[in-house]
T-cell receptor, first 115, second 116 residues
Framework: DGGITQSPKYLFRKEGQNVTLSCEQNLNHDAMYWYRQDPGQGLRLIYYSQIVNDFQKGDIAEGYSVSREKKESFPLTVTSAQKNPTAFYLC??????????????FGQGTRLTVV | AQTVTQSQPEMSVQEAETVTLSCTYDTSESDYYLFWYKQPPSRQMILVIRQEAYKQQNATENRFSVNFQKAAKSFSLKISDSQLGDAAMYFCAYRSYTGANSKLTFGKGITLSVRP
């Protein structure tokens, strides 16, 4: 079955450590997104990528980094520079920019907790 | 930059009744897409309904319909015959039509509770 897989579902990180969240899709989608969800804040865009080897900063990119070496994969690294990383992280993907391909599909999320 | 505003943090509806969730947005573009997503307690985001700005007709999906007012930049979601399974967070979202900018912007969401 096609879909988006985020792993792990729960992640614990010690302060000062970098951690990488995985996002893989087998939908052959071009665009991929990372969002952070905090209570009362909605979904805030961290990074997005429209094609392989290219990505753009979203609204809250500081303290995060991404790569897009393969179409299927868009990992997110939460670095030690991110001051408040505890949150729920959602990955999404969407097909190409043609008029008929509009909706984004989401993974099940990763809950990151700094201990 | 585009912004999406959902000013009501919470709403409640009686089972079988109708409820309307509000959303406004700000953009200088003329062609774009609007979406309503549902996030139940499982936290899996589910697309409820979409609207293309170039279409004047309001989108409808079974019990879900929208009231799209382009001039007023308003995009409300109406849920008819509310069911217990409709209880969730609902997010309004905006995306530009142009392929050069596929940024998808969400509002802060509204928590809908359904009373039996």
């Amino acid at each position: 079955d096609g879909g988006i897989t985020q792993s792990p579902k729960y992640l614990f990180r010690k302060e000062g450590q970098n951690v990488t969240l995985s996002c893989e899709q087998n939908l052959n989608h071009d665009a991929m997104y990372w969002y952070r969800q905090d209570p009362g804040q909605g979904l805030r865009l961290i990074y997005y990528s429209q094609i392989v080897n290219d990505f753009q900063k979203g609204d809250i990119a500081e303290g995060y980094s991404v790569s897009r070496e393969k179409k299927e994969s868009f990992p997110l690294t939460v670095t030690s520079a991110q001051k408040n990383p505890t949150a729920f992280y959602l990955c999404a993907s969407r097909s190409g920019p043609s008029r008929g391909n509009t909706e984004a599909f989401f993974g099940q999320g990763t809950r990151l907790t700094v201990v | 930059a585009q912004t999406v505003t959902q000013s009501q943090p919470e709403m409640s509806v009686q089972e079988a009744e109708t409820v309307t969730l509000s959303c406004t947005y700000d953009t200088s573009e003329s062609d774009y897409y609007l979406f309503w997503y549902k996030q139940p307690p499982s936290r899996q985001m589910i697309l409820v309904i979409r609207q293309e700005a170039y279409k004047q007709q309001n989108a409808t999906e079974n019990r879900f319909s929208v009231n799209f007012q382009k001039a007023a930049k308003s995009f409300s979601l109406k849920i008819s015959d509310s069911q217990l399974g409709d209880a969730a967070m609902y997010f309004c979202a905006y995306r530009s039509y142009t392929g050069a900018n596929s940024k998808l912007t969400f509002g802060k969401g509204i928590t809908l509770s359904v009373r039996p």
